[in-house]
């Protein structure tokens, strides 16, 4: 049983516990329901969440994406809900509300989730400028991450990859995953990825947390078997580039030591790594560029909140006093509903450019 079931399968009698009260407050704003039926429908959504994911992780099927992808996105609606429901009952605690705007109120929710979910599918690219004194020459480098192929985002996000990927190949000679390319929701089967051979610029890999979850060998052959190079603590020369690969620490791992025999002064050097974590200590090491995901920027709002409080680089480009960069994109797919709001899902050109 990977990490992820796990997890669920211990969080699923609070989470039914929670679907029972929060539906009885709900029903109760439309005159209730009985208790047996809120039980009823709060151990089938309990169920919905563990039974599909359970064979998901042996065989990914249409029938096993769509329950799971039904689970996720009632995830996001009970938790737009409950917010829903707090607002309402605290204000009638001081002034009674007209049954017509409950039913607004209500009715928000799912208007939000058609913008939600449309924003969450809408793959964009963004540009951003780095300045650099030890460039050779102006380059183009696409960076991308959180991928989360998985039950919710199947093959469908890689064909989407691909092809904007292949519309920037003109104009990029180097694409960078920092991680999580895969969730761990699914099996991962050695040709999943394999559309992203047509593509006609390098990818590199590095491994993110989730990338474990389902079995890291996995993962790693399905991005050779589409011609992904895969740097696993490992690192590269491109042109007028070093990048390293740090992949990120998970259960019998531990995090190696980076010395500063990696970087090469003649090059610009770019640590690819999951997390925004250690920027100073990579930067005083020598990184010029460090390029992260992990954080999906909040994903969609009020999570953006605290994701801007926990995360002290929680999305966009930053540059720090010894003129080192470090770059935390909002990511390509999602964690675990698959919407957005306030984030785009993103592949961002870096364009470097030399001072």
């Not at 009638?92 to 009715?107: N, R």
């Not at 040709?191 to 047509?198: A, G, H, P, S, T």
């Not at 990338?211 to 790693?220: N, T």
């Not at 460090?290 to 929680?314: D, E, M």
């Amino acid at each position: 049983m990977s990490f992820r079931t796990r997890r669920v399968l211990l969080s699923i009698p609070f989470y039914m516990v929670f679907q029972f009260f929060l539906l009885k407050y709900l029903f109760l704003l439309f005159g209730g329901i009985d208790d047996i039926y809120l039980v009823l429908i709060s151990v089938l959504i309990g169920l919905n969440r563990f039974i599909p994911m359970f064979f998901e992780s042996k065989k990914s099927t249409k029938i096993g994406r769509f329950f799971t992808s039904l689970d996720m996105l009632w995830m996001w609606a009970s938790l737009m809900f409950l917010i829903d429901v707090l607002v309402i009952y605290l204000i009638g605690m001081f002034v009674s509300l007209p049954f017509a705007i409950i039913v607004v109120l209500v009715a928000i929710v799912p208007i939000l989730g058609i913008y939600n979910y449309y924003k969450a599918h809408k793959l964009v690219v963004n540009e951003k400028i780095i300045m650099l004194d030890n460039l050779a020459r102006d380059i183009n480098i696409v960076h991308l991450s959180d991928v989360h192929f998985g039950s919710v985002r199947h093959k469908e996000i890689i064909h989407e990859i691909a092809l904007k990927l292949k519309e920037l190949e003109d104009t990029c000679e180097l694409a960078i995953i920092s991680g999580d390319l895969t969730d761990g929701s699914s099996i991962v089967l050695e040709n999943d990825f394999d559309e992203l051979k047509d593509v006609d610029m390098p990818i590199i890999f590095t491994p993110g947390n989730h990338d474990f979850y389902i079995g890291i060998e996995k993962v790693i052959a399905a991005c050779k078997h589409a011609g992904i190079i895969v740097l696993d603590n490992e690192w590269m020369e491109f042109d007028c580039l070093n990048v390293f690969g740090l992949t990120f620490s998970f259960e019998d791992r531990s995090v190696p030591e980076i010395d500063a025999s990696i970087i090469n002064p003649d090059l610009v050097n770019i640590l690819n790594y999951h997390v925004p974590y250690y920027w100073d200590k990579f930067s005083a090491l020598g990184f010029d560029i460090q390029l992260s995901g992990h954080t999906h920027g909040g994903q969609f709002y009020p999570a953006i909140i605290f994701a801007n409080i926990l995360f002290k680089y929680n999305m966009g480009l930053f540059k720090n006093d010894l003129g080192k960069y470090l770059h935390v994109t909002t990511g390509v797919g999602s964690m675990d509903p698959p919407m957005r709001w306030g984030t785009d899902s993103e592949l961002v050109v870096l364009k470097l450019k030399k001072s």
